[in-house]
């Protein structure tokens, strides 16, 4: 059962990883439209998409990928406990 668990952690941490690079992705011009920016927005966008029809952006600040990092957060410190 630790093994699932610490499987499930490791899981939701790249998760994590993967959202952060997508988003730093943003300051770079034409890095979303690379391979890598185009793998890492179909599995980050659906998501960031909740998130973000919830949290409308700070005029040119989309601060709903910070709230999706805690709730990812929040399942990690879930699994822990559970596992």
Not at 39 to 50: D, N, T
Not at 54 to 76: E, K, N, Q, T, Y
Request: zero cysteines; proline letters at 7%.
């Amino acid at each position: 059962m630790a093994g699932i668990g610490n499987l499930l952690l490791l899981l939701l941490t790249l998760y994590s990883y993967a959202i952060i690079a997508y988003i730093l992705m943003s300051w770079f011009p034409n890095a979303r439209e690379s391979s890598i920016g185009q793998f890492l927005g179909s599995i980050v966008e659906p998501y960031l998409a909740p998130f973000r029809k919830i949290i409308p952006p700070l005029g040119m600040i989309d601060i709903s990928p910070i709230v999706a990092i805690f709730a990812l957060h929040f399942a990690r410190m879930g699994v822990a406990a559970i596992f």
